[in-house]
């Protein structure tokens, strides 16, 4: 168990320009999520897969987001034409596919627009 | 919907005292709560979860929560606090039943436990 890992930790780009980021859920989690967090707030929900199939989808998820988990292992989160309100850490959190597990976090992909 | 309310947003607490962050939550069915700290420039780590059973919820690094129905309360608390508590803390709720899967947090209380 080598925990969840995101890539980058941290990404400052221009205002209009696309990102994109990476999570690698611990292996054996079919679940894994995406929530975004502005400072002093907690987490927010953005979407949720099981395997590869995208299963929720928050209304914070705009059509300028967009996030794959092609096979089913690490997903992505691709944002364009970045806006100044973008600016947050991104977190990515995973848990097991059976029962109620808790989700584990990675330590996030922190966002900077200029 | 389902919503989380952490009342104060600072808890400050001498080492060796012991602790209380307050958790309100409201949710459609039965809840499955969570609490999560918090280090700087970090993600969120998993201290404990209540889904049904006990009300007193014992949970990693001494940390234990406690369940209540009628006031829909889910307080984090400590018998002695550590310098090292020191953190910020989630409450964390979703609906125990149906597939949604999305955890509803609390923003959180920045705990100080002072030398």
């Known amino acids: 168990d080598t925990g969840v890992s995101q890539d980058p930790r941290h990404k400052i780009t221009k205002r209009g320009q696309n990102v994109t980021f990476r999570c690698d859920p611990i292996s054996e989690h079919n679940r894994l999520y995406w929530y975004r967090q502005t400072l002093g707030q907690g987490p927010e929900f953005l979407t949720y897969f099981q395997n590869e199939a995208q299963l929720e989808k928050s209304r914070l998820l705009s059509d300028r987001f967009s996030a794959e988990r092609p096979k089913g292992s690490f997903s992505t989160l691709e944002i364009q034409r970045t806006e100044q309100g973008d600016s947050a850490m991104y977190l990515c959190?995973?848990?097991?596919?059976?029962?109620?597990?808790?989700?584990?976090f990675g330590d996030g992909t922190r966002l900077s627009i200029l | 919907a389902q919503s989380v309310a952490q009342p104060e947003d600072q808890v400050n607490v001498a080492e060796g005292n012991p602790l209380t962050v307050k958790c309100t939550y409201s949710v459609s069915g039965n809840p499955y709560l969570f609490w999560y700290v918090q280090y700087p420039n970090r993600g969120l780590q998993f201290l404990l979860k209540?889904?049904?059973?006990?009300?007193l919820v014992k949970g990693s690094y001494g940390f234990e929560a406690e369940f209540n129905k009628s006031q829909t309360s889910f307080h984090l608390k400590k018998p002695s606090a550590l310098v090292s508590d020191s953190a910020l803390y989630f409450c964390a709720v979703r609906v125990l039943s149906g597939s949604a899967r999305q955890l509803t947090f609390g923003s959180g209380t920045q705990l100080t436990v002072l030398p």
């Open positions: 959190a995973s848990s097991p596919g059976q029962g109620d597990q808790p989700q584990h």
């Open positions: 209540y889904i049904t059973g006990d009300n």
